[in-house]
């Protein structure tokens, strides 16, 4: 059986073992595309592969476990395990990882005593019950039971949050309950005020730090640490970040294949190193996480390409075989093979088949839940998506005060279901005007994604939907109809119903394929909102950019006929998609 241990320096069946990584998220790949992120990984020179394990995706509600599919961790271990890779598993409950809410599940938010990462009872409890169904699914995948599994993260840049050491030391107890045997680290930003406050030396655990540049000195300031700690440990950047994510309304990064090649190659020869991120892949779903920057919630696009070594649809770039030159000059002993690639193709143009308005199909897609005043998501056991508020108005004459208090985070307000105003981030909670004879107002917010990193994490501004209320002239308006969209059932839309224009609606296009091949569907014909294919939430779109395309992968179609529903926020759509060989970037 395989040993794992930590000395000096890390140490496989007692020899000196350099760990070459590179972070694969399985939960944004397809499991059909698992193996070739794989084994691409090890031909660019890796031995280990790396993941998170987002809290979110396997426990969607609370005692509701998910394992299966793209949630399928155990077989993604086990392919990484049949291709001759070792794997380092970040179970913390915490991720960040530019994942909704940072890996945590939204319904926490529902107790309102609840204080996440924290030793609180409620918050810990919770932890240890999601652990009990993890730990059974990746205790038995450890190195110590004959699987690939060679460490296991504690807590995941927690010096950026807190210094509270008993909450650490509580979530290493719970890994340790629960059957983690393999050694287990921390990882920070490499400052020393960050490596104090989020290690824990007195249990032993080792600390890893997290850069992208500056290599040498970096690892110089951890080597510093440890020795002012009487420790004699490895050095190991445990997240080199090669690119970086991407927000909607701004420019795509990019970073420099030589440059990046100079900093593998010095920080190679003084350590260990896991790639952050190797693939990055797709933000499914509402799954897209949300940075913030001096109060403004800046919420991540669907895509997580990251400029990483393969893009988001798994093609090997120029930083990857620069990359693996660099690893071959440092470790010539290395096995390395051409990568592989993916097929992609341009599938030809579709034209729209049915259409119906959000409000014209409303009973069909939600249940109608009314209360006296404004309900959260987290309120009513909703996790993402949307919620319309509806209500009846009693005006003959023009109101010229009306607000929205308290709301978040993007709030699309229709007069008798005709749209009179949109308000997000900066202008939240304006006042706009109610028409003379207005008879309903209907609110339609969504949750564009929880903050995955900061201080924001304890925001109010987490839990969607309106906090506060409606006021209509100087009072509280007091009645809603509520309406959850969580949109993920689109089979329920009616499209034998009406559509009216400038309305948010559904759009569906019918088409059939002789061949699956992977493809990029154009939005740029379209506004805001999201795409579902053969029941499979693709993510969302905005014509802000910088992305103008949603990727598909192959598997997610089907020879014969495909069923594609787009839902649309603006009242922008277009007659007919297409579907690129490409993506699409919008400038």
Same mark, same amino acid.
């Given at each position: 059986?395989?040993?794992?241990?930590?000395?000096?320096?890390?140490?496989?069946?007692?020899?000196?073992?350099?760990?070459?990584?590179?972070?694969? *998220?399985?939960?944004?790949?397809?499991?059909?595309?698992?193996?070739?992120?794989?084994?691409?990984?090890?031909?660019?020179? &890796?031995?280990?592969?790396?993941?998170?394990?987002?809290? @979110?995706? *396997?426990?969607?509600?609370?005692?509701?476990?998910?394992?299966?599919?793209?949630?399928?961790?155990?077989?993604?271990?086990?392919?990484?395990?049949?291709?001759?890779?070792?794997?380092i598993v970040r179970p913390s409950p915490y991720i960040c990882a530019e994942w909704e809410f940072g890996g945590l599940p939204a319904w926490l938010l529902k107790d309102r005593t609840m204080r996440i990462r924290s030793r609180s009872s409620n918050f810990?409890?919770?932890?240890?019950?999601?652990?009990?169904?993890?730990?059974?699914?990746?205790?038995? %995948?450890?190195?110590?039971?004959?699987?690939?599994?060679?460490?296991?993260?504690?807590?995941?840049?927690?010096?950026?949050?807190?210094?509270?050491?008993?909450?650490?030391?509580? =979530?290493?107890?719970?890994?340790?309950?629960?059957?983690?045997?393999?050694?287990?680290?921390?990882?920070?930003?490499?400052? *020393?005020?960050?490596?104090?406050?989020?290690?824990?030396?007195?249990?032993?655990?080792? /600390?890893?730090?997290?850069?992208?540049?500056?290599?040498? *000195?970096?690892?110089?300031?951890?080597?510093?640490?440890?020795?002012?700690?009487?420790?004699?440990?490895?050095?190991?950047?445990?997240?080199?970040?090669?690119?970086?994510?991407?927000?909607?309304?701004?420019?795509?990064?990019?970073?420099?294949?030589?440059?990046?090649?100079?900093?593998?190659?010095?920080?190679?020869?003084?350590?260990?190193?896991?790639?952050?991120?190797?693939?990055? +892949?797709?933000?499914?779903?509402?799954?897209?996480?949300?940075?913030?920057?001096?109060? =403004?919630? %800046? /919420?991540?696009?669907?895509?997580?390409?990251?400029?990483?070594?393969?893009?988001?649809?798994?093609?090997?770039?120029?930083?990857?075989?620069?990359?693996?030159?660099? !690893?071959?000059?440092?470790?010539?002993?290395?096995?390395?093979?051409?990568?592989?690639?993916?097929?992609?193709?341009?599938?030809?143009?579709?034209?729209? @088949?049915?259409?119906?308005?959000?409000?014209?199909?409303?009973?069909?897609?939600?249940?109608?839940?009314?209360?006296?005043?404004?309900?959260?998501?987290?309120?009513?056991?909703?996790?993402?998506?949307?919620? #319309?508020?509806?209500?009846? !108005?009693?005006?003959?004459?023009?109101?010229?005060?009306?607000?929205?208090?308290?709301?978040?985070?993007?709030?699309?307000?229709?007069?008798?279901?005709?749209?009179?105003?949109?308000?997000?981030?900066?202008?939240?909670?304006?006042?706009?005007? %109610?028409?003379?004879?207005?008879?309903?107002?209907?609110?339609?917010?969504?949750?564009?994604?929880?903050? @995955?990193?900061?201080?924001?994490?304890?925001?109010?501004?987490?839990?969607?939907?309106?906090?506060?209320?409606?006021?209509?002239?100087?009072?509280?308006?007091?009645?809603?109809?509520?309406?959850?969209?969580? #949109?993920?059932?689109?089979?329920?839309?009616?499209?034998?119903?009406?559509?009216?224009?400038?309305?948010?609606?559904?759009?569906?296009?019918?088409?059939?394929?002789?061949? &699956?091949?992977?493809?990029? #569907?154009?939005?740029?014909?379209? +506004?805001? +909102?999201?795409?579902?294919?053969?029941?499979?939430?693709?993510?969302?779109?905005?014509?802000?950019? /910088?992305? +103008?395309?949603?990727?598909?992968?192959? /598997?997610?179609?089907?020879?014969?006929?495909?069923?594609?529903? !787009?839902?649309?926020?603006?009242?922008?759509?277009?007659?007919?998609?297409?579907?690129?060989?490409?993506? =699409?970037?919008?400038?």
């Amino acid at each position: 059986m395989t040993s794992f241990q930590i000395g000096k320096e890390f140490l496989l069946n007692g020899e000196e073992f350099k760990i070459i990584s590179g972070a694969v *998220h399985y939960f944004r790949i397809v499991p059909e595309y698992w193996e070739h992120s794989l084994f691409n990984l090890k031909a660019l020179g &890796c031995n280990t592969v790396e993941t998170y394990i987002p809290w @979110n995706l *396997h426990e969607p509600q609370e005692g509701i476990y998910n394992f299966d599919g793209i949630a399928d961790v155990k077989e993604f271990i086990k392919t990484a395990e049949r291709l001759g890779l070792y794997v380092i598993v970040r179970p913390s409950p915490y991720i960040c990882a530019e994942w909704e809410f940072g890996g945590l599940p939204a319904w926490l938010l529902k107790d309102r005593t609840m204080r996440i990462r924290s030793r609180s009872s409620n918050f810990l409890s919770k932890v240890d019950t999601y652990y009990q169904s993890l730990f059974d699914v990746i205790r038995p %995948l450890q190195v110590t039971k004959g699987g690939p599994v060679i460490m296991m993260q504690v807590e995941n840049e927690y010096g950026s949050f807190g210094n509270d050491k008993e909450y650490v030391k509580r =979530i290493k107890d719970l890994m340790v309950k629960h059957g983690a045997e393999v050694p287990l680290f921390t990882s920070d930003g490499t400052w *020393h005020e960050a490596l104090k406050a989020g290690s824990l030396l007195e249990d032993d655990i080792l /600390p890893t730090g997290n850069f992208g540049s500056k290599s040498g *000195h970096n690892l110089n300031e951890l080597a510093a640490f440890h020795q002012e700690n009487n420790k004699a440990w490895p050095l190991m950047c445990m997240e080199f970040w090669d690119g970086w994510f991407n927000r909607w309304g701004n420019e795509i990064i990019r970073r420099d294949p030589d440059e990046l090649a100079g900093e593998v190659e010095e920080l190679l020869q003084l350590g260990s190193i896991n790639f952050y991120m190797f693939h990055g +892949g797709t933000n499914f779903g509402f799954m897209n996480g949300c940075s913030s920057r001096n109060g =403004i919630d %800046l /919420p991540q696009i669907t895509s997580y390409d990251y400029d990483a070594l393969l893009t988001e649809w798994g093609e090997p770039t120029e930083k990857y075989f620069a990359v693996q030159k660099a !690893i071959k000059k440092v470790v010539e002993n290395c096995w390395q093979d051409q990568p592989r690639d993916l097929v992609r193709k341009d599938l030809g143009s579709v034209k729209l @088949n049915r259409k119906v308005s959000l409000f014209s199909t409303l009973p069909t897609l939600s249940q109608k839940i009314t209360h006296s005043h404004t309900l959260t998501m987290e309120e009513l056991d909703q996790n993402y998506g949307y919620i #319309l508020y509806q209500t009846k !108005i009693d005006n003959r004459e023009q109101i010229d005060n009306c607000q929205v208090v308290e709301a978040n985070d993007r709030v699309q307000i229709f007069a008798d279901e005709q749209w009179i105003h949109t308000e997000y981030q900066e202008t939240l909670g304006s006042s706009f005007v %109610l028409p003379k004879e207005t008879k309903e107002l209907s609110i339609l917010v969504e949750n564009v994604g929880r903050v @995955n990193y900061g201080g924001r994490l304890l925001s109010p501004t987490q839990r969607k939907g309106i906090r506060s209320g409606v006021m209509i002239d100087i009072h509280f308006h007091h009645y809603f109809d509520h309406y959850p969209l969580t #949109l993920d059932d689109l089979s329920k839309v009616d499209f034998s119903r009406s559509w009216e224009k400038n309305q948010p609606g559904f759009y569906e296009y019918v088409f059939e394929l002789e061949e &699956c091949v992977d493809t990029f #569907l154009d939005c740029s014909g379209f +506004g805001k +909102g999201m795409a579902e294919l053969n029941g499979f939430h693709l993510g969302r779109f905005w014509n802000v950019g /910088p992305t +103008g395309s949603l990727y598909i992968p192959a /598997p997610l179609l089907k020879k014969g006929m495909n069923r594609l529903i !787009i839902f649309e926020t603006e009242g922008i759509y277009s007659e007919e998609i297409h579907f690129a060989n490409k993506p =699409i970037y919008i400038k």
